[in-house]
């Protein structure tokens, strides 16, 4: 389940989206729930968002599945109009964001929370 936002423009033809996604399942090496080592670490638990109903905002429902940790919040850059994006496009660029994203904190945070007596 990934939702895309499209915000401002960056640059020619680029555009900042929020991208909200699942959490991923199951724990690090130290054993400790994705949710919580993200949560912890930073890196999850915050909305680029305005809370609210209007353009360019987040709902107080999914607001709060970003704030709880059960939903990340990826910000990135993605050209919309150079080419004639498509939702078909827009959706391989999230899909690739998210396994990017996901893949990047699993490697950095592998270990995270580990105590070593």
Do not use: C
Not at 32 to 53: C, P, Q
Not at 74 to 97: C, F, K, Y
């Amino acid at each position: 389940m990934s939702k895309l936002h499209i915000l401002e423009a960056t640059g020619e033809g680029q555009f900042r989206i929020a991208i909200h996604t699942a959490v991923p399942a199951g724990n690090n090496a130290a054993g400790k729930a994705w949710k919580d080592v993200l949560l912890a670490s930073g890196r999850s638990g915050t909305t680029a968002l305005a809370e609210g109903i209007g353009p360019g905002q987040v709902d107080a429902a999914e607001r709060a599945t970003i704030v709880a940790g059960d939903i990340i919040e990826i910000i990135a850059a993605v050209p919309l109009e150079s080419g004639g994006a498509t939702a078909g496009s827009l959706n391989a660029s999230m899909t690739d964001i998210v396994a990017a994203w996901k893949m990047k904190q699993q490697a950095e945070l592998r270990r995270y929370g580990q105590v070593v007596a």
